[in-house]
Nanobody, 123 residues
Framework: QLQFVESGGGLVQAGGSRRLSCAVS????????IGWFRQAPGKEREGVSC????????YYSDSVKGRFTISGDNAKNTVTLQMKSLKPEDTAVYYC????????????????WGTGTLVNVSS
């Protein structure tokens, strides 16, 4: 079982920035990809960004491409999501997860995830 410590959520004005961080721990931490997905009230879960631990390739959803940047440290099992030019539609609970990245939907599988951190973008 993996443990996730997510931080960085909060209230931010539209156009502002926010940085989410996640640290993963647990017995035999091993994953192909690490990253973020989100879920807004009344909406389905949406893949946001994923970082492949195998080749360092990054994946972004069209809705955040150019505004969000994912980075990570495999040795420390950490991942960060720098969010800029935030929009009210970015309001959601953001979850850190591990699994397998893929183009398009961002996540092929999400095997483990944390409890999430709320990002609230005010207009």
């Amino acid at each position: 079982q993996l443990q996730f410590v997510e931080s960085g959520g909060g209230l931010v004005q539209a156009g502002g920035s926010r940085r989410l961080s996640c640290a993963v721990s647990g017995f035999s931490v091993d994953y192909e990809g690490i990253g973020w997905f989100r879920q807004a009230p009344g909406k389905e879960r949406e893949g946001v960004s994923c970082l492949s631990s195998r080749d360092g390739k990054t994946y972004y959803s069209d809705s955040v491409k150019g505004r969000f940047t994912i980075s990570g440290d495999n040795a420390k099992n950490t991942v960060t999501l720098q969010m800029k030019s935030l929009k009210p539609e970015d309001t959601a609970v953001y979850y850190c997860g591990t699994g397998k990245c893929t183009a398009g939907s961002i996540w092929y599988t999400v095997d483990h995830w944390g409890t999430g951190t709320l990002v609230n973008v005010s207009s």
